[in-house]
C-alpha cells in the first residue's frame, strides 16, 4: 500500500513537473501555452468572429492554437475562396517552440459565412475584415503577427499599408508585390517551361473560356501544378492540402483571381503595391521558392524595397514550399519570429 502511495504521487509531481516545463528558446511553460483563455464551455479555442461590411453583417470563424502573450500569428489563407487546412502543418513545428497561431476562415470560405454577394469580393473589404478580426481577438503591436500565403500575402500587404501600427511583424509567403509582374513571368518564363503542344491546348481552352472541360485540369495537374504548385506526386499531395483545395469557393476565387493559377486575370490582375514596399516600417519576412508560380527573383528583390527585412528562398519548394521544402521553410519562419521578437524586447 505504502509502495502504491509513493508511486502515485511520483506521478503527480513528474506530471506537474512537465506541463511546468519551458519549451526551447521561448520562456513559455506548456501549461501557460495550452491555457485557456475562455471562461465559457470549453470548444478548442474555437472563435466565431462577427464583421459588419457594407452588404450586411456576417460571422467569420477562427481557431487559437496555443499561448503566447509576445507572439501571436494570423494566417492569412490564399485563393481568394480556399480554407485554412492547408495550414495544419503548422500544428507540426510551431507548438514545439512555444509560438501561437490563429487559424482563420476569410469570409467567403468554410467554415465561415459565405454570402453571394459578389460586391464583397474587394481587396480593401477584406482589409477591414481582418481588422475586425484583429480587434475581436485581442491582437496588437505587442503580439500580433500577420502570416499571408498567395492571395493572402497580398491581402497581408494591403493590410500593412493602413494598419501597419497595429502590427509587430509581417510573414509575405510567395506572392509577388505586382499582379501585372506576376502575370508576365507566367507568360514568359514558366509558359516557356511547358511542352509547347500542351500549352497549346490549354491556351485554346482558355481563349474559349472552357475551364471546366476535363481536359484542361489534365495537362495543368502534370505539368503545371505538379511543377509549380507543390513538387509531390498528385497521389501522395498531403490531405490537408487536398481537403482544403476541393472546398474552394469558386465564386469568390474565379472573381478575384481569375479562373485558373496559369496566370492572373481577375479583380487582382491590376493590382501594384511595388512601389510602396518602401513605406513597410515592421520586420517583414519574404519567402520565395525556386520552382514557385511566384518569381524568386522578384521576391528577393521585394525583400531590398522593405527596410530591414530578412528574405528566406525555399531552393527546393514551390508555391506551397510549407510542404514541399518544409525544413528550410519552418525554420525560417520559426526563426524569424524568434529574432524579431527577441529585438522587440531588447528595444
Known amino acids: ?26 520562456d513559455i511553460s506548456l501549461r501557460e501555452y495550452f491555457a485557456s483563455s475562455s471562461r465559457d464551455v470549453e470548444i478548442g479555442g474555437v472563435k466565431m468572429i462577427p464583421v459588419h461590411t457594407p452588404a450586411g ?22 485563393g481568394p475562396g480556399a480554407t485554412h487546412e492547408y495550414f495544419e502543418c ?53 503580439n500580433f503577427y500577420l502570416l499571408g500565403h498567395s492571395w493572402g500575402g497580398i491581402l497581408a500587404i494591403e493590410y500593412v499599408m493602413k494598419y501597419q501600427d497595429n502590427l509587430k ?10 499582379g501585372p509582374a506576376y502575370g508576365k513571368y507566367a507568360d514568359e518564363v514558366l509558359a516557356k517551361q511547358m511542352d509547347p503542344s500542351v500549352l497549346d491546348t490549354i491556351r485554346m481552352l482558355e481563349e474559349k473560356g472552357d475551364f471546366n ?10 505539368n503545371f501544378y505538379t511543377q509549380h504548385i507543390m513538387r509531390i506526386p498528385l497521389d501522395k499531395w ?17 472573381i478575384m483571381q481569375g479562373p485558373s493559377e496559369f496566370g492572373i486575370s ?16 515592421v520586420p517583414t519576412l519574404v519567402v520565395g521558392a525556386t520552382f514557385d508560380t511566384m518569381d524568386p527573383e522578384y521576391m528577393k528583390w521585394m525583400s531590398s524595397q522593405i527596410p530591414g527585412s530578412t528574405f528566406l528562398l525555399c531552393p527546393n519548394g514551390s508555391h506551397m514550399c510549407m510542404y514541399d521544402d518544409q525544413e528550410t521553410y519552418m525554420n525560417g519562419l520559426i526563426s524569424f519570429l524568434k529574432d524579431s521578437n527577441k529585438k522587440s524586447m531588447a528595444h
Open 90 to 142: 503548422m500544428e507540426s513545428f510551431l507548438p514545439a517552440e512555444g509560438i501561437e497561431f490563429i487559424y482563420y476562415d476569410q469570409l467567403g470560405s468554410p467554415s465561415s459565412d459565405q454570402p453571394t454577394d459578389s460586391s464583397l469580393w474587394m481587396t480593401d473589404r477584406f482589409v477591414e475584415e481582418v481588422e475586425q478580426v484583429r480587434q475581436a481577438l485581442f491582437l496588437d503591436k505587442n
Open 266 to 281: 481577375g479583380r487582382l490582375a491590376k493590382w501594384d503595391r511595388s512601389q510602396d514596399l518602401k513605406n513597410i516600417r
Open 213 to 222: 472541360n476535363p481536359k484542361y485540369m489534365e495537362l495543368l495537374l502534370p
Open 1 to 26: 500500500m505504502r509502495t502504491t502511495i509513493l508511486i502515485s504521487l511520483f506521478l503527480v509531481i513528474s506530471f506537474s513537473c512537465s506541463l511546468d516545463k519551458k519549451n526551447p528558446g521561448e
Open 238 to 254: 498531403p490531405e490537408p492540402v487536398t481537403r482544403s483545395f476541393s472546398k474552394m469557393n469558386q465564386q469568390v476565387y474565379i
Open 169 to 178: 511583424g509581417l510573414i509575405i509567403s510567395n506572392m509577388m508585390a505586382s
Open 57 to 78: 453583417d456576417f460571422r467569420v470563424w477562427t481557431k487559437r492554437f496555443g499561448n503566447n502573450p509576445k507572439i501571436k500569428v494570423l494566417l492569412l489563407h490564399g
